[in-house]
Protein backbone atom coordinates (compact mmCIF):
# COMPACT_ATOMS: atom_id res chain seq x y z
CA UNK A 1 0.00 0.00 0.00
CA UNK A 2 1.49 3.60 -0.79
CA UNK A 3 -0.10 5.03 2.87
CA UNK A 4 -0.71 2.76 5.94
CA UNK A 5 -2.50 4.29 8.82
CA UNK A 6 -2.12 1.34 11.45
CA UNK A 7 -3.48 1.96 14.93
CA UNK A 8 -3.00 5.69 14.80
CA UNK A 9 -3.89 7.92 17.94
CA UNK A 10 -3.63 10.55 18.85
CA UNK A 11 -4.41 13.06 22.17
CA UNK A 12 -3.65 16.33 23.43
CA UNK A 13 -2.56 17.52 26.60
CA UNK A 14 -5.47 19.87 28.49
CA UNK A 15 -5.62 21.79 31.78
CA UNK A 16 -7.77 18.81 32.80
CA UNK A 17 -5.77 15.89 31.71
CA UNK A 18 -5.85 14.69 28.26
CA UNK A 19 -7.95 14.80 24.73
CA UNK A 20 -8.08 12.34 22.46
CA UNK A 21 -8.36 13.92 18.98
CA UNK A 22 -8.10 10.39 17.29
CA UNK A 23 -8.28 6.94 18.26
CA UNK A 24 -7.34 3.46 17.21
CA UNK A 25 -7.75 4.96 13.07
CA UNK A 26 -6.23 2.67 10.29
CA UNK A 27 -6.65 2.67 6.98
CA UNK A 28 -5.09 2.31 3.72
CA UNK A 29 -4.84 3.66 0.44
CA UNK A 30 -3.74 1.83 -2.81
CA UNK A 31 -1.76 3.54 -5.64
CA UNK A 32 -4.11 5.16 -8.11
CA UNK A 33 -6.88 5.80 -5.22
CA UNK A 34 -8.72 8.28 -4.24
CA UNK A 35 -10.25 8.00 -0.94
CA UNK A 36 -12.01 10.81 0.75
CA UNK A 37 -11.84 11.38 4.35
CA UNK A 38 -14.83 12.86 5.81
CA UNK A 39 -16.61 14.19 9.23
CA UNK A 40 -18.37 16.53 10.61
CA UNK A 41 -15.85 19.46 12.51
CA UNK A 42 -13.91 17.97 15.25
CA UNK A 43 -14.27 14.12 13.52
CA UNK A 44 -10.17 13.83 13.64
CA UNK A 45 -9.28 14.32 9.90
CA UNK A 46 -6.92 17.71 10.01
CA UNK A 47 -4.91 15.38 13.22
CA UNK A 48 -4.87 12.60 10.88
CA UNK A 49 -3.72 14.58 7.74
CA UNK A 50 -1.23 16.67 10.19
CA UNK A 51 0.19 13.64 11.61
CA UNK A 52 1.01 11.81 7.94
CA UNK A 53 2.61 14.79 6.96
CA UNK A 54 4.68 14.90 9.81
CA UNK A 55 3.78 17.96 11.42
CA UNK A 56 2.42 16.37 14.49
CA UNK A 57 3.92 13.44 16.14
CA UNK A 58 1.41 10.10 16.56
CA UNK A 59 0.54 9.49 20.09
CA UNK A 60 -0.08 5.16 19.57
CA UNK A 61 -0.03 3.21 16.02
CA UNK A 62 2.14 3.59 12.90
CA UNK A 63 1.68 5.80 9.46
CA UNK A 64 3.58 4.74 6.56
CA UNK A 65 4.12 6.33 3.57
CA UNK A 66 5.36 3.09 0.40
CA UNK A 67 6.60 0.55 3.61
CA UNK A 68 8.47 3.91 5.14
CA UNK A 69 7.83 4.69 8.84
CA UNK A 70 6.72 8.56 9.24
CA UNK A 71 8.59 7.89 12.98
CA UNK A 72 11.34 5.47 12.33
CA UNK A 73 12.43 6.59 9.20
CA UNK A 74 10.88 9.81 8.87
CA UNK A 75 13.26 11.59 5.44
CA UNK A 76 11.94 8.64 2.87
CA UNK A 77 8.89 8.68 4.24
CA UNK A 78 8.64 12.52 3.64
CA UNK A 79 10.17 12.44 0.03
CA UNK A 80 7.35 10.46 -1.11
CA UNK A 81 4.49 12.64 -0.06
CA UNK A 82 3.16 15.93 -0.56
CA UNK A 83 0.85 17.85 2.17
CA UNK A 84 -1.18 20.13 0.62
CA UNK A 85 -2.80 22.57 3.66
CA UNK A 86 -6.35 24.16 3.52
CA UNK A 87 -4.31 27.72 4.75
CA UNK A 88 -2.31 28.72 1.95
CA UNK A 89 0.63 29.69 3.95
CA UNK A 90 3.15 31.23 1.26
CA UNK A 91 6.05 33.65 1.99
CA UNK A 92 5.15 36.97 1.64
CA UNK A 93 8.61 38.06 -0.71
CA UNK A 94 8.37 35.42 -3.08
CA UNK A 95 7.19 35.19 -6.58
CA UNK A 96 4.82 32.24 -7.25
CA UNK A 97 7.66 31.27 -9.70
CA UNK A 98 10.18 31.41 -6.93
CA UNK A 99 8.08 29.10 -4.82
CA UNK A 100 7.80 26.59 -7.54
CA UNK A 101 11.74 26.97 -7.82
CA UNK A 102 12.61 26.30 -4.33
CA UNK A 103 10.00 23.35 -3.78
CA UNK A 104 11.47 21.81 -6.69
CA UNK A 105 15.47 23.11 -5.38
CA UNK A 106 14.64 21.21 -1.58
CA UNK A 107 13.49 18.10 -3.78
CA UNK A 108 15.78 17.93 -6.38
CA UNK A 109 13.45 18.47 -9.21
CA UNK A 110 16.07 17.85 -12.38
CA UNK A 111 13.54 19.04 -14.91
CA UNK A 112 11.93 21.94 -13.54
CA UNK A 113 11.06 24.53 -15.91
CA UNK A 114 9.37 21.78 -18.01
CA UNK A 115 7.12 20.73 -15.00
CA UNK A 116 6.58 24.22 -13.84
CA UNK A 117 5.51 25.51 -17.09
CA UNK A 118 2.98 22.81 -17.26
CA UNK A 119 1.72 23.30 -13.69
CA UNK A 120 1.05 26.88 -14.39
CA UNK A 121 -0.56 26.18 -17.35
CA UNK A 122 -2.93 23.83 -15.72
CA UNK A 123 -3.90 25.58 -12.84
CA UNK A 124 -4.29 28.69 -14.28
CA UNK A 125 -1.36 30.67 -13.11
CA UNK A 126 -0.37 32.14 -16.02
CA UNK A 127 0.58 35.49 -16.29
CA UNK A 128 0.89 35.22 -12.24
CA UNK A 129 4.67 33.98 -11.95
CA UNK A 130 5.90 37.10 -11.26
CA UNK A 131 3.44 38.46 -8.53
CA UNK A 132 3.88 38.02 -4.84
CA UNK A 133 1.39 36.31 -2.95
CA UNK A 134 -0.05 39.68 -1.52
CA UNK A 135 -1.61 40.63 -4.85
CA UNK A 136 -3.20 36.87 -5.00
CA UNK A 137 -6.37 36.34 -4.18
CA UNK A 138 -7.38 33.29 -2.08
CA UNK A 139 -7.89 31.01 -4.89
CA UNK A 140 -4.83 31.79 -6.82
CA UNK A 141 -3.04 31.42 -3.63
CA UNK A 142 -4.27 28.39 -3.19
CA UNK A 143 -3.29 26.96 -6.36
CA UNK A 144 0.20 27.83 -5.72
CA UNK A 145 0.14 25.80 -2.30
CA UNK A 146 -1.29 22.79 -4.52
CA UNK A 147 1.37 23.88 -7.65
CA UNK A 148 4.20 23.77 -5.00
CA UNK A 149 3.18 20.10 -4.30
CA UNK A 150 2.95 18.68 -7.43
CA UNK A 151 5.90 19.94 -8.77
CA UNK A 152 7.52 16.90 -7.72
CA UNK A 153 6.16 13.65 -8.06
CA UNK A 154 5.19 12.68 -4.76
CA UNK A 155 3.64 9.14 -4.68
CA UNK A 156 0.94 10.08 -1.84
CA UNK A 157 -0.91 13.16 -1.92
CA UNK A 158 -2.77 14.71 1.04
CA UNK A 159 -5.43 17.15 0.17
CA UNK A 160 -6.90 18.99 2.92
CA UNK A 161 -10.16 20.89 1.27
CA UNK A 162 -8.25 22.12 -2.24
CA UNK A 163 -11.15 23.65 -3.33
CA UNK A 164 -11.50 26.80 -0.76
CA UNK A 165 -11.99 29.81 -2.82
CA UNK A 166 -12.11 28.71 -6.21
CA UNK A 167 -14.41 29.73 -9.04
CA UNK A 168 -16.69 26.99 -10.31
CA UNK A 169 -14.49 26.76 -13.68
CA UNK A 170 -11.55 26.85 -11.14
CA UNK A 171 -13.00 23.85 -8.97
CA UNK A 172 -13.77 21.65 -12.10
CA UNK A 173 -9.93 22.32 -13.25
CA UNK A 174 -8.86 21.36 -9.88
CA UNK A 175 -10.90 18.26 -10.13
CA UNK A 176 -9.36 17.25 -13.17
CA UNK A 177 -6.18 17.50 -11.54
CA UNK A 178 -6.83 15.48 -8.81
CA UNK A 179 -7.75 12.79 -11.00
CA UNK A 180 -5.03 13.12 -13.28
CA UNK A 181 -2.63 12.53 -10.97
CA UNK A 182 -4.62 9.28 -9.16
CA UNK A 183 -4.83 8.23 -13.11
CA UNK A 184 -0.72 8.85 -13.20
CA UNK A 185 -0.23 6.39 -9.88
CA UNK A 186 -0.78 8.60 -7.05
CA UNK A 187 -1.84 7.73 -3.83
CA UNK A 188 -4.38 10.37 -2.89
CA UNK A 189 -6.25 11.13 0.72
CA UNK A 190 -8.55 14.01 0.41
CA UNK A 191 -10.32 15.93 3.28
CA UNK A 192 -13.84 18.08 2.19
CA UNK A 193 -16.80 19.75 3.40
CA UNK A 194 -17.75 19.45 -0.24
CA UNK A 195 -19.53 16.44 -0.32
CA UNK A 196 -20.23 16.90 -4.05
CA UNK A 197 -16.59 16.71 -4.75
CA UNK A 198 -15.95 13.56 -2.79
CA UNK A 199 -18.91 11.37 -4.65
CA UNK A 200 -17.48 12.99 -7.87
CA UNK A 201 -13.75 12.00 -7.91
CA UNK A 202 -13.10 9.72 -4.91
CA UNK A 203 -13.22 5.56 -5.57
CA UNK A 204 -13.88 5.29 -1.63
CA UNK A 205 -14.69 7.40 1.62
CA UNK A 206 -13.69 6.98 5.07
CA UNK A 207 -16.20 8.84 7.30
CA UNK A 208 -14.73 9.99 10.76
CA UNK A 209 -16.88 11.22 14.22
CA UNK A 210 -15.72 11.65 17.32
CA UNK A 211 -12.23 10.83 16.73
CA UNK A 212 -13.09 7.31 15.31
CA UNK A 213 -13.74 5.74 11.95
CA UNK A 214 -17.75 5.04 11.27
CA UNK A 215 -17.59 3.80 7.84
CA UNK A 216 -15.31 2.96 5.01
CA UNK A 217 -16.10 1.41 1.64
CA UNK A 218 -17.43 2.34 -1.72
CA UNK A 219 -20.73 4.37 -2.45
CA UNK A 220 -21.80 0.84 -2.94
CA UNK A 221 -20.47 -0.74 -0.13
CA UNK A 222 -21.69 2.25 1.71
CA UNK A 223 -25.25 2.29 0.23
CA UNK A 224 -25.85 -1.42 0.94
CA UNK A 225 -25.43 -1.74 4.74
CA UNK A 226 -27.61 -2.49 7.08
CA UNK A 227 -27.93 0.11 9.43
CA UNK A 228 -27.49 2.74 6.32
CA UNK A 229 -30.37 0.90 4.24
CA UNK A 230 -32.91 3.31 4.34
CA UNK A 231 -30.79 6.44 4.09
CA UNK A 232 -30.58 7.49 0.61
CA UNK A 233 -28.23 6.62 -2.25
CA UNK A 234 -25.87 10.00 -1.63
CA UNK A 235 -23.46 10.43 0.06
CA UNK A 236 -24.22 13.19 2.17
CA UNK A 237 -27.54 11.24 3.15
CA UNK A 238 -25.09 8.35 4.07
CA UNK A 239 -22.99 10.82 5.95
CA UNK A 240 -25.81 12.50 7.53
CA UNK A 241 -27.00 8.97 8.64
CA UNK A 242 -23.90 7.55 9.79
CA UNK A 243 -23.13 10.24 12.23
CA UNK A 244 -26.03 10.46 14.00
CA UNK A 245 -27.45 13.56 11.98
CA UNK A 246 -30.18 12.00 10.46
CA UNK A 247 -33.25 9.61 11.64
CA UNK A 248 -34.42 6.94 9.92
CA UNK A 249 -38.00 7.38 8.95
Request: net charge negative.
Amino acid sequence: MALSVEHFGRTYATATGTFTAVADLSFSVRAGEIVGLIGPNGAGKTTTLRSLAGILRPTSGHLQIDGHDLIADPIEAKRRLAFMPDEPHLFEYLTVEEHLRLVARLYGVADFDQRAAALIEELELTGKERSLPGELSRGMRQKVVIASGLIRNATTLLFDEPLTGLDPIGIRRMRNTIVARAHGGAAILLSSHLLHLVEAVCTRVIIMDRGQKVADGTFEELAARADLATAGSSLEQIFLRVTGHDTPA
